[in-house]
């Protein structure tokens, strides 16, 4: 993600998470942080998914994860929380950590396939008092495996 997709990106988040959307200088401010790295999924030069990942080894935290809808179901949730994944080890973590909406179960479902387990649930989290998840998944020094059938495979479901 650079500066040039943050209007795309912003639109997207406003219209995925109207209750939850980041403010546009977050994400601008997230970017110019060291410890954040961002990416963009695009087709045709239109962004179709994005996500973030701040990293303070040992540990990677996903910060945001989002496809369009329309765009949803083709692995581009998955191929973007393995580059969030990637990208952790890189940078020296052995773990990474989420939240999620309590009432979020297709993303709870996505983030389960790939290892995340719920480790604590944080009350009224949201702005709109909305309940999250903490989950936690493990990469070791080399990651573990993915889940079977996940390597190379296109999942049934993904979810922002």
Known sequence: MTTADLAAVQALEQELFPLDAWPPEMFAAELAQPVCRY?????????????????????????????VPEHEGRGIG??????????ARG???????LEVRADNPRAQQLYR???YEQIHVRPRYYRDGGDALVMC?????EGPAEPAGAAGS???EDAP
């Open 91 to 97: 940078l020296g973590a052995d773990r990474m950590m």
């Open 113 to 115: 396939r790939h290892g």
């Open 154 to 156: 296109v999942p049934e």
């Open 39 to 67: 990416w963009v999924a695009e087709q045709d030069g239109a962004v179709i998914g994005y996500a973030g990942l701040m990293c303070i080894p040992p540990v990677g935290d996903v910060q945001t994860i989002a496809v």
């Open 137 to 141: 998944r493990p990469l070791g020094p």
């Open 78 to 87: 998955t191929a973007l929380l393995r580059t969030l994944h990637e990208h």
